[in-house]
């Protein structure tokens, strides 16, 4: 038997390219890899890469620069690396990728990963392989599953992609592009993955789409089902005690998903809702397709219906056109809103998308200055809705050994990851903590004498936001 050979997989971005590398790996396991974490010891490098925004690319670059050397040290040694770039820079770029970094054997966009095994191969014969195309086949289909210790490996949370690509054409953004239309997977194969993952240990699942909840997968009964009605299937999954979903856009809340809300106790309340900016002017430039009313009016409408739900968003600052006054607006809805958690960037041009063709700019001065003002506000949220956990009570599904020893940590309904001394056999339970203290953005506390490995709704004081 071959000696098996050596993958190394650095992904960027979002939880979908997290997801893709898995994917990649169970489809190279069938080929004899098995994954290093080491880019110097292997015979394939894969670079899973973002094309979001500017910087994302760039480290591409940095990185393919850093592994011609490794590379040649390989060769120097005899021994043959292969360097493949995938993600949405290898679909936005293709060829061009190639002609800045030679070094690179196999360009492959998001949609051809099932044909990685024929790509390499191509690559050995032909010295190159590109694949950028969107296939007409569906690669879920032609994807092999994970083996069972793959996923007992991965831990007890897990990604499982339900649809894919965007249609709404926000101004600034690459994925329509780069994802292609929105395609939904069918409701038996995603009930399928769920259940082969909680076989093996998985109690955790986020579903992820660019738009999740513009799902609109063909169900058991042959009709189309929405985002709703899927989370009540997989919600009766045994062993899933926490779905989740991401990312979702305002215009696609429907009332399946508020009531979704509603009736499933297990469905964690905190939703992933992107703004982007707090002025209506702003939203239209973005072609967002809502205003600033229209989202507060969704936030009100989950908020009805759980209220111990809470929320976190994306925003752009420095859009083309983004005057002070539009920039302050944007604070005061995230002082309005009261985020559990958000991230914020600063507005980069990607070539292609309309924005970048729109002339004034906001200065990278300015640019600086209302990233910093947003991310303080941000912060202040989240800092205090971590210190209103001290004291309480609070559920905890326990995911892994921490690295202070003896030190499990796990995450809350919210995502805020709690210690506690305890041993590993609590992992994959949820129980319940008592929180003593913050370090950062940790919480830390001890077991609840009453501790029961069943799901308990937290109670609404233990967060403290909102208007
Ligand atoms: N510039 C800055 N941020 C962007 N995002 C998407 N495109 C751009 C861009 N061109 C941000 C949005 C989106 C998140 C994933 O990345 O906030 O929600
Ligand atoms: Fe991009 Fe999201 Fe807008 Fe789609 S909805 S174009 S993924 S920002």
């Keep these: 038997m071959k000696p098996p050979r050596k993958l190394h997989i650095k992904s960027y971005g979002c939880q979908m390219n997290v997801y893709d590398a898995q994917r990649m790996v169970d489809a190279l396991a069938g080929e004899g890899f098995v994954e290093t974490a080491h880019a110097d010891v292997a015979d394939l490098v894969i670079l899973n890469t973002c094309h979001i925004r500017e910087k994302a690319s760039e480290k591409v670059y940095s990185e393919l620069g850093r592994l011609r050397a490794a590379k040649q040290e390989a060769a120097r040694n005899g021994r043959e690396m292969k360097i493949a770039v995938a993600g949405c820079v290898a679909q936005a770029e293709g060829e061009e990728i190639i002609r800045r970094a030679p070094v690179v054997d196999v360009v492959v966009g ?40 793959a996923i007992r490996a991965r831990g007890i949370s897990a990604f499982v992609t339900v649809q894919e690509g965007c249609d709404k054409f926000c101004t600034f953004c690459v994925v329509p592009y780069t994802r292609g239309t929105e395609v939904s997977r069918p409701v038996a194969r995603i009930v399928d993955d769920v259940k082969r993952l909680a076989d093996n240990g998985v109690r955790e699942i986020t579903v992820i789409g660019q738009n999740v909840n513009a799902y609109h997968g063909e169900g058991v009964d042959g009709r189309s089902w929405t985002l709703g009605r899927l989370l009540h299937r997989l919600a009766e999954v045994p062993g899933i005690v926490r779905p989740r979903y991401s990312t979702s856009h305002p215009s696609d809340v429907d009332e399946t998903l508020i009531a979704a809300h509603r009736d499933l106790p297990v469905l964690m309340p905190f939703v992933h809702l992107p703004v982007q900016s707090g002025s209506d002017r702003i939203l239209a430039a973005m072609n967002r397709k809502h205003t600033v009313h229209d989202y507060r009016n969704v936030i009100d409408r989950f908020r009805a219906v759980r209220q111990d739900i809470a929320f976190s968003s994306d925003f752009i600052v420095g859009f083309p056109g983004e005057t002070e006054e539009d920039f302050s607006a944007t604070l005061a809805l995230v002082a309005q809103i009261g985020y559990a958690a958000a991230y914020s960037f600063k507005y980069s041009p990607r070539p292609g998308t309309p924005a970048a063709e729109i002339r004034e700019t906001v200065s990278a001065t300015d640019m600086d200055e209302r990233l910093a003002r947003l991310q303080e506000l941000i912060d202040s949220q989240q800092t205090a ?83």
Excluded: C, W
């Design 385 to 467: 809705i971590n210190r209103a956990a001290i004291g309480s009570t609070i559920d905890v599904l326990f995911e892994r050994a921490a690295r202070n020893a003896g030190q499990i940590v796990g995450r809350t309904a919210y995502l805020q990851p709690a210690h506690v001394m305890a041993p590993p056999d609590i992992i994959g339970q949820v129980l319940p903590v008592r929180i003593d203290s913050l370090e950062r953005y940790s919480l830390l506390g001890e077991l609840a004498p009453s501790a029961s490995a069943h799901f308990s709704r937290p109670e609404s004081s233990q967060i403290t936001i909102g208007a």
């Design 110 to 149: 998001p949609q051809s990963y099932h044909h990685l095994p024929q790509l390499l191969q191509r690559a050995t014969h032909e010295g190159r392989a590109i694949e950028t195309e969107f296939p007409a086949e569906d690669k879920f289909v032609y994807l092999p599953q994970p083996k069972p210790d």
